[in-house]
């Protein structure tokens, strides 16, 4: 008998001692919440953060409440921001965890406020480190934005989803080459309509590196249905038809664009490419020209036009070997072949000269300069090149 009596004392003294640390952490919240209204910022922090160390404080919405109410004024007293630099994330996650527990419809609408404040705060948060190039950070702050966002208005607390919010994200992803994350995010702001081109010309890029021509095609017909005259949608809408293999139907695409825009090397220059598919070479050569002048340091416009000169040379060198002694017995008709020839790799040469010093890495300029060099019997020359 007397044993079952210690049992049953000692299981009451242990029900006691739980039940006194439970509420000496639920002391720890009102604590954090009366520090709160002292103004005892660190204070509060100090206790709703030692409070959420026990596990069934961590099932309470008071305590997570009070986490968000404590962590937002970290920010919004700006004292003890620069050394707790997540607070902003922890007060969003905070009041998002309160909501989730919470029960009653009622009261997890009271979290639409303090949640909206954090959505504008990390907001320009986010809009400052982007201005300042600091995109990894700005990711993070607009993503966070745009998750709460997003929260409210699943949760309907929110009428709408933010475009800005959105678009900010995304042009910071850009710059960090997220490609994966901003796809997404771009197409909803096609669907919704989003009045800036840049969403256009972004999405096309990402489309494009992902070689992902259908989409690629259809945006562009839809962008350029909403931007007529935008340049760079153009640009995207000519490149496509070079795929489609039809180069007559694409020079005529391309005339057009060159007419409106005179001075975009990169239209002239995909112009003189398709005049050479075509066997045109005096439009090719005008065009590569053109392109030139415009941008001089254009390495393919300046190796183009010099294998158009030195390809011509060959062939004439290919008569020069074919001519019947019988038919040249004086050898007139070889002279002729070989001075056109050696004019035609005279006009390649400062051509492939130009695009190699451009771009000594290049393996077909250095390659096709080689082969000038020895045809001009320059032996010296092509062996300064190596054997690369």
């Given amino acids: 008998m007397s044993k079952k009596i210690i049992a049953i004392v000692l299981i009451t003294f242990n029900l006691l001692l739980f039940t006194n640390n439970v509420q000496a952490q639920k002391g720890k919240i009102t604590s954090a919440q009366l520090s709160l209204q002292d103004g005892k910022v660190m204070d509060a922090k100090r206790d709703i953060d030692a409070a959420l160390q026990d596990p069934d404080v961590q099932k309470m919405v008071k ?22 630099p997540s607070s902003l994330f922890e007060a969003k996650d905070a009041y998002m965890k309160a909501y989730e527990l919470e029960t009653n419809p009622k009261k997890q609408k009271d979290y639409a406020a303090p949640l909206t404040s954090l959505e504008g705060y990390l907001f320009n948060e986010g809009l400052e480190r982007f201005n300042n190039k600091k995109f990894d950070d700005a990711y ?29 994200t995304a042009m910071a992803g850009t710059n960090l ?9 771009l197409e909803m702001l096609v669907v919704m309509n989003y009045d800036n081109v840049l969403v256009y010309e972004t999405l096309a890029q990402v489309y494009d590196a992902q070689k992902d021509k259908e989409a690629l095609s ?8 909403k931007f007529p005259d935008n340049k760079n949608l153009q640009v995207y809408e000519l490149n496509a038809t070079l795929d489609n293999g039809d180069a ?12 409106k825009d005179p001075t975009n090397s990169s239209i002239l220059f995909n112009l003189a490419v ?23 340091d254009y390495g393919d416009a ?6 158009i000169y030195f390809n011509a040379g060959v062939e004439l060198n290919k008569k020069m070997n074919l001519l019947d002694d019988k038919e040249d017995k004086d050898g007139k008709k070889y002279d002729a072949f070989k001075k056109q020839r050696d004019e035609l790799f005279q006009k390649a040469l400062p051509n492939l000269e130009k695009a190699y010093s451009i771009d000594p890495k290049n393996k077909d300029y250095r390659s096709s300069l080689k082969k000038v060099y020895a045809s001009m019997n320059m032996l010296d020359k092509a062996k300064e090149l190596g054997d690369q």
């Fill in 63 to 84: 305590a997570w409440n009070t986490k968000g109410d404590v962590y937002k004024s970290i920010y919004e007293t700006k004292l003890f921001y620069a050394q707790n």
């Fill in 140 to 168: 993070r702050h607009f993503d966070a934005s745009m998750a709460i966002n997003n929260f409210l208005f699943t949760k309907g607390l929110s009428a709408t989803l933010d475009t800005n919010v959105i678009y900010a």
């Fill in 177 to 185: 080459n997220k490609i994966a994350e901003i796809r997404p995010l």
């Fill in 218 to 225: 259809k945006l562009i017909t839809k962008g350029l249905a």
């Fill in 248 to 259: 007559r139907q694409s020079i005529q695409k391309f005339e057009l664009a060159a007419a």
């Fill in 274 to 296: 398709l005049y050479d598919k075509t066997q045109n070479t005096d439009r090719a050569k005008e065009y590569y020209e053109k392109a030139i002048v415009l941008k001089p």
């Fill in 302 to 307: 300046y190796f183009n036009l010099g294998v």
